[in-house]
């Protein structure tokens, strides 16, 4: 299955630099998402734009396929790379800031995803999770009965992409997936934590 994976934005919030290059445990977070898309078996590509230029670099080094869109906002952009990626049928859609991501996660994800039968499919985070690190979700919903926010990694329907998608909502109790990195403070969380939550990766 095709991964998206979206580092076209700046890191504003977190200020060093091109977020998808922001250095956990000696390697860029995108380094990490990356491995993990490929141990699930799918086919990442980065989604670069005007904005990182050193993130497309670096693919260009690691020989990482990128598709560069116009850098006009999140939902424009996912648009217009799933257009270019010319794929119909169902595809990831992850951020490069959820360094903590897991091929067994992806594969729950894909697995729920076939069974529920429907377009697309949300992942969600209990946010007690996101609690107990310290990590401060801007966004939440209840899922299941339980307050939980969104993980950043998403599937879609490619031939779908310019309406709304009806979708599967799975909740997962995987700590990992607290970490979705947007400022200094949860980046500083993560490196204390980091390995107690990818030891099982």
């Known amino acids: 299955m095709l991964a ?6 700046e890191g504003a919030r977190l200020r060093l630099g091109e977020k998808a290059l922001v250095m956990v445990h000696e390697r ?6 990356l491995d993990a898309f490929l141990s699930a078996d799918c086919e990442p590509v980065v989604v670069t734009s005007y904005k990182t230029p050193f993130t497309r670099n670096w693919c260009r080094a690691n020989g990482i396929d990128y ?8 939902v424009e952009d996912l648009t217009e790379a799933v257009e270019m990626s010319g794929v119909d049928g169902p595809l990831f859609t992850s951020a490069a800031d959820i360094p903590c991501l897991t091929s067994g996660t992806l594969c729950r994800i894909r697995a729920a995803h076939a069974k529920h039968e429907l377009p697309a499919c949300s992942v969600w985070v209990p946010i007690r999770l996101c609690e107990v690190f310290g990590m401060q979700p801007r ?20 031939n779908l992409i310019g309406e709304a998608q009806d979708e599967y909502r799975l909740l997962l109790d995987e700590p990992g997936l607290a970490f979705n990195i947007n400022i200094r403070e949860e980046l500083a969380v993560l490196e204390r934590e980091f390995s107690a939550v990818y030891k099982n990766r």
């Open 67 to 74: 598709l560069d869109t116009t850098g006009t906002g999140y």
């Open 4 to 9: 998206l994976i979206f580092a076209g934005g």
């Open 28 to 33: 860029p977070m995108i380094a990490r998402v």
């Open 139 to 158: 966004y939440q919903e209840m899922i299941c009965g339980i307050p939980a926010a969104p993980c950043a990694v998403n599937i879609l329907t490619g």
